[in-house]
């Protein structure tokens, strides 16, 4: 098992930027898919995005292509997901997720979660 901390949240007007950081503890990071999830109050928990062990693949949800990128520095047992051009509907709970196997994007494969950090979008 590893286990997770995001920071990094917090309210951000429109159109800004936010960087959420997730640190890593445990079995060795480089062994696992990372993803990022949120969810918003009365929806489901979704992807917003992953990343191969290397860092040499990305998965992205169609919803933040283009404004958010996620990244991974294994030397340091980390992942990011830097966050531009933020609307109010990226509002949710952000949640970091670590998945042994191989899938990008499904969410039943991640078993390894962090405690979450909010991020708010004003208008």
């Known amino acids: 098992q590893v286990q997770l901390v995001e920071s990094g949240g917090g309210l951000v007007q429109a159109g800004g930027s936010l960087r959420l950081s997730c640190a890593a503890s445990?079995?060795?990071?480089?062994?696992?898919?990372m993803g990022w999830f949120r969810q918003a109050p009365g929806k489901e928990r979704e992807i917003v995005a992953a990343i191969t062990r290397s860092g040499s693949s990305t998965y992205y949800a169609d919803s933040v292509k283009g404004r958010f990128t996620i990244s991974r520095d294994n030397a340091k047992n980390s992942v990011y997901l830097q966050m531009n051009s933020l609307k109010t509907e990226d509002t949710a709970i952000y949640y970091c997720?670590?998945?042994?196997?191989?899938?990008?994007?499904?969410?039943?494969?991640?078993?390894?979660w962090g405690q979450g950090t909010q991020v708010t979008v004003s208008s």
């Open positions: 997720a670590a998945n042994a196997g191989w899938t990008l994007h499904q969410i039943s494969q991640f078993g390894s």
């Open positions: 445990g079995r060795a990071f480089s062994s696992y898919v």
